[in-house]
């Protein structure tokens, strides 16, 4: 397995770099005969592309796949479904100046050492956010098919530059206000945490800096017993795949670093029945019980540090003449990665999500 690979019973591939002629997507082992609506796949991955507004960057990419096989009259063939997104608004002249001066909070330094200077390190090459479009491509195959299994997966903004979001109801998420966040511009529960958000990302952008924040993400309707015990849990596995999304810190399930703050009896979940089920009568655990989902939401947060590349002089170290340096960046950048990357939680939870279904098929 490639550290480009993701999956255990289906497998996704991602390749290309962000200047590239193209990137893309090789999803292989998905059944035949899923049907899956295209049109669908192309809202959602304009949720995630870049250049259409004041808080994103000013690159401007389409990022509509071409499917080059694997669906045949919009269904499943069996065969790998291979999908390419063109890049069409570099600028690669931007970053003639960071060929050998790597830049501080990029991948720069350790990939020009472990490449012999070789990396490609416009827009950031293989380790560019960019990357993250033809996961979203994956993402929403999977999101389709779980669906049709009664599992939705949702995000939003928790938090930007220490400014809070609503919380998701961790026991009773509102769904019917959790589809309408896919539909928003910029993706809060409340429109005026919103605004508050937009607007300090605006003043960091207008000094030459950058914001980070939080993502809150929420799956509904899986079953009791996903996963595994040690390294095969849920945690695990999604952890995993959430930190290949570039600039992603830290991830924490239910109460997280909160809880381990509280006695147990303040943070245990005790059981009920509702309606025939067990059920926990508030949901610290974050739906998941020894590495496995107890039937309850499954709860996490996402955290996303700050874009590394600001307009800001920084020192750094030119590699060739081994001397140091003041840097200052070029080329087109988000003020906060945050808004676009919801997305792509949903699409890397979607992923793992499904290979997991698959354990038991």
Known sequence: MTSFELGRNFTVQV???SHADAIGAVVDG??????????EVFRF???RAPGKNGFSTARREADRPEVLSGLV???????PVCAVIRNENVRSGDYANVLTVPRPGHADFPAYVKYG????VRGGGAFSGRMTAPLCFAGALCLQLLRERGIEVFAHIRSVAGMEDAAIDPCCPDLDALRAVAEKEFPTLSDAAGKEMRSAIAQAKGEGDSVGGVIECVAVGLPVGLGSHMFGGVENRLSAALFGIPAVRG???GSGFAGCGRRGSENNDPFRLR???VVTTKNDHGGVLGGMTSGMPLVFRVGVKPTPSIAKPQQSVDLSAMEETELTIHGRHDP???PRAVPVAEAVTAIVLLDLLYDNN
């Open 15 to 17: 390749f290309g770099q």
């Open 30 to 39: 998905l059944p035949a005969g899923k049907r899956i609506d295209l049109d």
């Open 45 to 47: 991955m304009g949720r």
């Open 73 to 79: 009259d919009g269904c499943t063939t069996g065969a």
């Open 117 to 120: 200077g070789k990396n490609d």
């Open 251 to 253: 991830v924490e399930f």
């Open 275 to 277: 309606e025939g089920r």
């Open 336 to 338: 906060c990665i945050v």
